[in-house]
């Protein structure tokens, strides 16, 4: 039933020309689901969504020139080398474990501005982070060396000598003094 709403849905949002793609991709990923399985149609979308990536690195490429700038630059091309991840990433997920496919979430990350943003700010003061954490991390040592020193006393408890077992008995705590 939900499939044939999102069928319906799709068809009258493509008269349209909005919003008509997604209702009918998601009604197709679920009648591949109902009909070969859930497993199945993952390899299906699995195997789209790397070739769909590999089309599209190489047209990147090819756009951008890299190889006419040689082999080094391509490896200093930090948008190749995360194109070229995504398709690793892909590959693995694909082959390997479907695990690897979570880690394709980042690519909202990477293309929504304001998590970048976010991602961006914490480390361009990734450095400054860690110093403080270091500056943190040596307060709490300090204070519990002056803590040690200064209050020892307050820190001894005084413990019960363990009482003698005996073949047949059973030790039972002494219930604390009210």
Not at 13 to 27: E, F, V
Not at 43 to 57: C, D, E, Q, T, Y
Not at 80 to 107: K, N, P
Request: aromatic share 12%; net charge neutral.
């Amino acid at each position: 039933m939900l499939f044939w709403g999102l069928l319906g849905l799709s068809v009258l949002s493509l008269l349209s020309k909005r919003y008509g793609l997604q209702p009918l991709t998601i009604a197709l990923i679920l009648r591949s689901i109902y009909h070969v399985g859930i497993g199945n149609t993952l390899i299906l979308l699995g195997s789209i969504n790397l070739l769909n990536k590999v089309v599209f690195v190489v047209s990147f490429v090819g756009n951008n020139g890299t190889f006419i700038m040689g082999y080094r630059a391509m490896v200093m091309d930090v948008e190749f080398l995360y194109h070229l991840a995504y398709v690793l990433t892909s590959t693995l997920g694909l082959f390997v474990h479907e695990l690897f496919y979570s880690i394709l979430l980042f690519d909202l990350i990477y293309r929504e501005e304001t998590l970048f943003n976010v991602i961006k700010s914490v480390t361009r003061n990734g450095r400054s982070i860690l110093l403080t954490a270091l500056l943190a991390l040596i307060l709490v040592y300090l204070f519990s060396i002056v803590g040690f020193l200064c209050l020892k006393q307050d820190f001894i408890m005084e413990v019960d000598p363990l009482a003698q077992i005996t073949a047949g008995a059973v030790y039972l705590p002494r219930p604390p003094d009210l």
